[in-house]
Every structure is written in C-alpha cells, then in structure tokens.
C-alpha cells in the first residue's frame, strides 16, 4: 500500500487560511469516508484534528475543517495562529482492511 | 480520561530484541482495537498495522511481518510490540494509538524511542 500523497510544505501569515491537500486512489481516500488528519508538533506525538473526513473532535477549534472530493481530501485551517505551526499527517481506510498515512505537510506559519 | 502510556526510552545493539508497552486506562480495553505506528527520525509515520484486543489477532502492514509481535495482557489493560533481530534501521518512536470505529487514532501514546547501536 503506497502512502497517500501530501505537499512536503506549506505556509501563510497569521490570519490567513491555509489548505493541505491528501491525494490516493478509489481504493483508499475515495473510497470510503474515513479519512482523518493528524497535527504533530516537535517532540510530541501526533494528535486528532479531523476524523471521517469532516469531523472535529471537542477541543479542536472550529478554525480546522475536512473535506474530501473524488480521491483527494483537504484540511483546511483558517485564521491561522502560530500554534499551528506543525506537520500535519492524513490517514485512511484502505480496500485492503489496512490503514494508510500521508508522508507529512509541514505548516510555517509566516 | 482516556489515556495510553508507554514504557520508557531503549538502546540497544543489533541483533538484540526489544518489547514495548502500553498500557490503556479510562476505557474498557478490549472495546477498541489497538494499532502500533512507526515514525523514523526525521521521518513520517507508518502504519504498522493492528491488534483486535478481544481475540488477540494481530494483523501485520507490508515490511512489518516476520520479526514484529503484536501481543496483549488483557487483565492489566496493556498491548505490547515486540521486535527482535533489531537492526540500525529499526531506530524510530514507536507509538502505540487505540483506533475508533471510524478508523481514525486517538489517543496515542506518548511514544517509545527505540535506538539501535553498537
């Protein structure tokens, strides 16, 4: 099962909104709905920011939200802060009963 | 609360064998599957596949058969990952993570740094 495919990097100043792509197949992100993103600060272990593509768990701020079209969900964060400042991980469901991450995003905050 | 602690820091030589734990508290154990992840210094993570904590079938992600043990000890709540004939390439924090019905992982431990050196 090959990793879903993430954009290494990206960025945006304070308040701005800021979108990370996840891109696999139909066997995988299109084909099931459960895709979830993960924030991962240095040091620390990765934490739920999303689940079933646009489920936000309670304490998560409402300025993260999921989508998903076709094979490529989006995490979308906006009026970013400098806590975003994080790599950023996505996951799904596979064809193959397994599950499968995305090689990481790295969010700067400007 | 819903936590997930994992036993502490290792170093060890190649060839050597290595367990890890983690042990669940705040929920009823054998409710959630357990899975272990792999991330490699610098690097993403990796799923390494899963434990059903109710008949203790594990299920191994390609690369991760052969010399990765997935066990339980139901009555202390705790999951385990065993590697042996460890290798340089080995070294990584191993996180262990109860995954929802969802398929999504949450909590997870705090990780295990496995380092392997001569």
């Known amino acids: 099962q090959s990793a879903l495919t993430q954009p290494p990097s990206a960025s945006g100043s304070p308040g701005q909104s800021v979108t990370i792509s996840c891109t696999g197949t139909s066997s995988d992100v299109g084909g099931y709905n459960y895709v979830s993103w993960y924030q991962q600060h240095p040091g620390k272990a990765p934490k739920l920011m999303i689940y079933e593509v646009s489920k936000r768990p309670s304490g998560v701020p409402d300025r993260f939200s999921g989508s998903k079209s076709g094979n490529t969900a989006s995490l979308t964060v906006s009026g970013l802060q400098a806590e975003d400042e994080a790599d950023y991980y996505c996951?799904?469901?596979?064809?193959?009963?397994?599950?499968?991450f995305g090689g990481g995003t790295k969010l700067t905050v400007l | 609360q819903v936590q997930l602690v994992q036993s502490g820091s290792e170093l060890k030589k190649p060839g050597a064998s290595v367990k890890v734990s983690c042990k669940a508290s705040?929920?009823?154990?054998?409710?959630?599957?357990m899975n272990w992840v792999r991330q490699a210094p610098g690097q993403g993570l990796e799923w390494m596949g899963w434990i059903n904590t109710n008949t203790g079938n594990p299920t191994y992600a390609q690369g991760f058969t052969g010399r990765f043990v997935f066990s339980l000890d139901t009555s202390v709540s705790t999951a385990y990952l065993q590697i042996s004939s460890l290798k340089a390439e080995d070294t990584a924090v191993y996180y262990c993570?109860?995954?929802?019905?969802?398929?999504?992982?949450?909590?997870w431990g705090q990780g295990t740094l496995v380092t392997v050196s001569s």
């Open positions: 996951s799904s469901y596979t064809s193959s009963s397994t599950l499968v």
């Open positions: 993570a109860r995954v929802g019905d969802g398929n999504w992982f949450d909590p």
């Open positions: 705040g929920y009823t154990f054998t409710s959630y599957a």
